[in-house]
């Protein structure tokens, strides 16, 4: 069975500083792995993706995961912080065998000016 | 292009009373879903439509029904409501199951 964990539920970063949001995974097959974020009151949007290939993967709005197969880590970068970064995000695993997605509980990110 | 709309965006139900709530896409995905998102929970996935005219269960498929309408339509029913299925509920497609899945709007439900 796959499953996602995501370490802190709140994470709290100064405007220009580095975001560091993780994930862990556990998938039986080579995983496809997602990062999605959610802005208040709204749906999620993908922010990035890892199927196969090179492991450092680039998103939108300056963000960037690796895919670290011997941790079993897919953890969320940016380099510098802003205020729009605010938001929800969610880590997303999927495997062979399993027709849908299943999502970590979530991190939300507070970012102070 | 819509993206994924999904009918109503707001709701209150009293327990026992029943709903549908509508969703569609106009992407032409084979597949679509329903997750319930709760504080703390992440998503959980309710029903899922792997291709028109199946459905299988989520995780949490208990007090709830659905109906693949067709291609771009994927209902979720709640045939007699219970306080414990106030959430926000949404809907999502993607092309295949390992695919990008892309989410509406949601639908803030509230069961009294």
């Known amino acids: 069975a796959q499953s996602v964990t995501q370490l802190g539920s709140h994470v709290s970063v100064s405007e220009g500083a580095l975001v560091l949001l993780r994930c862990n995974y556990s998938s039986s097959v080579p995983p496809y792995l997602f990062w999605y974020v959610q802005y208040p009151n709204q749906g999620l949007q993908l922010l990035l993706k890892?199927?196969?290939?090179?492991?450092l993967v680039k998103g939108i709005n300056g963000f960037e995961a690796e895919f670290k197969k011997s941790e079993t880590s897919f953890h969320l970068t940016k380099p510098s912080a802003h205020m729009s970064d605010a938001a929800e995000y969610f880590c997303a695993v999927s495997d062979t065998g399993r027709r849908a997605l299943t999502f970590g509980s979530g991190t939300r990110l507070q970012v102070q000016p | 292009n819509a993206g994924v709309t999904q009918t109503p965006k707001f709701q209150v139900l009293k327990t026992g009373q029943s709903m549908t709530l509508q969703c569609a896409q106009d992407m032409n995905h084979n597949s679509m879903y329903w997750y319930r998102q709760d504080p703390g929970m992440g998503l959980r996935l309710i029903y899922y439509s792997a291709s028109e005219g199946t459905t299988d269960k989520g995780e949490v498929p208990n007090g709830y029904n659905v109906s693949r309408l067709n291609k771009r339509e994927f209902s979720l029913r709640l045939e007699s409501a219970a306080p414990s299925q106030t959430s926000v509920y949404f809907c999502a497609s993607s092309e295949g199951g390992r695919d990008t899945q892309y989410f509406g709007p949601g639908t803030r439900l509230t069961v009294l």
């Open positions: 890892y199927t196969t290939g090179a492991t």
